[in-house]
């Protein structure tokens, strides 16, 4: 069974730039959500979607913003980037409902912006 | 709101050694408690989960933890450590409040020496 994908591994983008990570969740999970990890704030949790619908969301600016496909993959994207976007934008998949709570998580994205 | 904290940034063991890592817990209601261990420029791996099923719960690798609720504690231990073990460690709770949100602890660096 294939393990959650994410794109690109590495990405270097220029502040004011805007960027889109993608995700592929494991096969049969409808549940996708997305975390921000720094030095400084450590493991954030920016949003999930469940079903093409927005779920929960972390407490980040209106610049972060996320949707999901009928096929389960989503996408995050943050417009207008900062330097303090920098950071391992992490992706995570789980099969809802079935009484397993593990949350499986992807390589993540390196998001550098100079 | 759930939260989790981790005692000790950093934590160093000799090759065959006890880890012992430590992981409080901040819940209202019975939470459900993760560890993740990660590996440098990786992702996030489940080590193990606790879901009320069982207080004391093993995981992959041979790492154990155990549910204390007297003690709001699940910290997570192995035996005889391997350098192999040499990574960072997450403690994590979700929230029951609807959604899937991950509240991660701050992180614990375990060093393995020879």
């Known amino acids: 069974k294939a393990g959650v994908t994410q794109t690109p591994r590495y990405l270097i983008k220029t502040r004011g730039q805007q960027v889109t990570l993608s995700c592929s969740p494991i096969?049969?999970?409808?549940?996708v959500s997305w975390y921000q990890q720094t030095p400084g704030q450590g493991l954030q949790f920016l949003f999930e979607?469940?079903?093409?619908?927005?779920?929960n969301k972390g407490n980040f600016p209106g610049r972060f913003s996320g949707r999901q496909f009928s096929n389960s993959r989503s996408e995050m994207n943050v417009s207008t980037l900062e330097l303090g976007d920098s950071a391992l934008y992490l992706c995570?998949?789980?099969?809802?409902?079935?009484?397993?709570?593990?949350?499986?998580f992807g390589s993540g994205t390196r998001l550098t912006v100079v | 709101a759930q939260s989790v904290t981790q005692l000790g940034s950093h934590v160093s063991v000799s090759e065959g050694a006890l880890v012992l890592l430590r992981c409080n817990y901040s819940?209202?209601?019975?939470?459900?408690l993760f560890w993740y261990v990660q590996y440098p420029n990786q992702g996030l791996q489940l080590l193990l989960k606790y879901t009320s099923a069982a207080t004391l719960v093993k995981g992959i690798n041979g790492f154990e933890a155990e549910f204390k609720k007297s003690e709001t504690s699940f910290h997570l231990t192995k035996p005889s450590a391997h350098m192999s073990d040499a990574a960072e460690y997450f403690c994590a709770v979700r929230s029951t409040g609807g959604g899937n949100k991950l509240t991660f602890g701050t992180g614990t660096q375990l060093k393995v020496e020879l």
């Open positions: 096969s049969g999970h409808r549940s």
């Open positions: 819940s209202s209601v019975p939470p459900y």
């Open positions: 979607y469940f079903s093409e619908t927005q779920r």
């Open positions: 995570a998949s789980r099969s809802d409902g079935d009484g397993n709570y593990g949350y499986t």
